[in-house]
C-alpha cells in the first residue's frame, strides 16, 4: 500500500491511472490532518510515502488543510516505516521536508513535478525503482 498527501484533483486521478497500471494500492489525503489521520490507521507499514507540500482549499470557507511540513514534522516523531517521495514544485519547503524527515532516519527521495506528463514519465519510474530496491 502507498499512501499519499496530494490535494489535486487532476494529479489524484494521474496518480491514480499509473498506479493501477503497475497493480499498486493506494490511498491519498488531501489535508495534513486526514493524511496523518490515515497514517495512523494503516493496519501495516505502508510500501511507499508520497508527499506534496503546497495544499490548497476548493472553496473559500473550507478549513486550513495544513502544508507538507506539517506531515514530515509528524512523521519526524514516528518511527522510520516506509521510504518517503517528495514531490512538490516548492523547493525551499521541499528541502525543508527532506532535512526534517532525514534527520529523523527516514529514507528521503525527492522529484520536482516538471512538465506537463511527469507523473508519468519520472514519478512513476522512480515510484517503481525505489519498490524494486525494497524488494
Same mark, same amino acid.
Request: no cysteine; aromatic share 12%.
Given at each position: 500500500m502507498l499512501i499519499m498527501l496530494e490535494d489535486d484533483l487532476d494529479r489524484i486521478e494521474r496518480f491514480t491511472t499509473v498506479l493501477a497500471e503497475q497493480q499498486i494500492l493506494y490511498e491519498y489525503a488531501r489535508t495534513a490532518q486526514d493524511f496523518i489521520q490515515l497514517y495512523q490507521r494503516q493496519p501495516a507499514p505502508p510500501l511507499l510515502i508520497a508527499l506534496d507540500h503546497d495544499l490548497f482549499t476548493d472553496n473559500d470557507g473550507d478549513p486550513d488543510p495544513g502544508d507538507g511540513r506539517d506531515v514530515a514534522t509528524f512523521l519526524a516523531t514516528q518511527r522510520p516505516l516506509a521510504p518517503v517521495l517528495i514531490h512538490s514544485t516548492n523547493a525551499l519547503a521541499a528541502d525543508s521536508m527532506v532535512y526534517? *524527515?532525514?534527520?529523523?532516519? @527516514? !529514507?528521503? %527521495?525527492?522529484?520536482?513535478?516538471?512538465? *506537463? %506528463? @511527469?507523473?508519468?514519465?519520472? @514519478?512513476?519510474?522512480?515510484? !517503481?525503482?525505489?519498490i524494486r530496491r525494497l524488494r
Open positions: 526534517t *524527515l532525514e534527520e529523523a532516519g @527516514w !529514507m528521503v %527521495d525527492r522529484i520536482a513535478p516538471i512538465g *506537463l %506528463d @511527469w507523473i508519468e514519465t519520472y @514519478w512513476a519510474p522512480t515510484v !517503481m525503482e525505489i
